[in-house]
């Protein structure tokens, strides 16, 4: 059983198109998060969704937008992709602020 | 500059070795996390610490809050081991650090 798995795992997409990134966990927790690791395999934070409140960094474009339909899932929808949204994008878990459990991240490649 | 400076940068050691992995940051924090990421790329929580010490099997990691720093000891190395080690920080937002390569070689 996956705690958290993430979709697709690959996606090669052309500048100016709309993708999203889907990711779900069944940990039952309450945290959700969203990362990019850069191709320097730097990690940054994109968001943070707790109980409804969403925590932005506010460094992230707003082409960015993270959508949860409910506890489980956290989206990441991306309007008109840039050739620098290439990256590998990682979905995390926790409950509350506590130890965090990562998906297998989604390559995207912007072309 | 950045808020999370790790050190070494790249790391060689001989199975069996001892190996400390430090990790420095510059903001407040509520917790400090260590992460590993395989070559494959996955990425595994190691510790979460807000104070004191921790171990897991032959994983170890500190945390100093006066001095903000933070240090992973791994003991008796194993090839398997080898990976990149990740600090991060939570402080107002999420900091990283740039991750430390470790190679274990048998």
């Known amino acids: 059983d996956t705690a958290v798995s993430q979709t697709p795992k690959y996606l090669v997409t052309q500048m100016g198109n709309d993708k999203s990134i889907k990711c779900e966990q069944n940990?039952?927790?309450?945290?959700m998060y969203w990362y990019k690791q850069d191709s320097k395999k730097f990690l940054k934070i994109m968001f943070s969704?707790?109980?409804?409140?969403?925590?932005i960094n506010e460094t992230v474009p707003n082409r960015f937008s993270p959508k949860s339909p409910d506890k489980a899932h956290l989206n990441l929808h991306i309007n008109s992709l840039e050739l620098g949204d290439s990256a590998v994008y990682f979905c995390?878990?926790?409950?509350?602020?506590?130890?965090?459990?990562f998906g297998p991240g989604t390559r995207l490649t912007v072309l | 500059k950045n808020e999370v400076e790790q050190s070494p940068q790249n790391l060689t050691a001989q199975e069996g070795e001892f190996i400390t992995i430090n990790c420095s940051y510059s903001v407040g924090i509520s917790a400090l996390h260590w992460l590993q990421q395989h070559p494959g790329g996955g990425i595994v929580s190691l510790f979460m610490?807000?104070?004191g010490k921790k171990k897991h099997g032959r994983l170890i990691a500190t945390i100093n809050i006066q001095e903000k720093h933070s240090s992973l000891h791994i003991t008796a190395s194993h090839p398997r081991d080898s990976a990149v080690y990740i600090c991060a920080v939570d402080g107002n937002q999420f900091y990283f650090g740039t991750g430390t390569s470790l190679t274990v070689i048998p």
């Open positions: 940990l039952g927790h309450d945290t």
């Open positions: 969704y707790n109980n409804k409140e969403l925590i």
């Open positions: 610490l807000s104070s």
């Open positions: 995390a878990s926790s409950q509350a602020f506590g130890e965090q459990f």
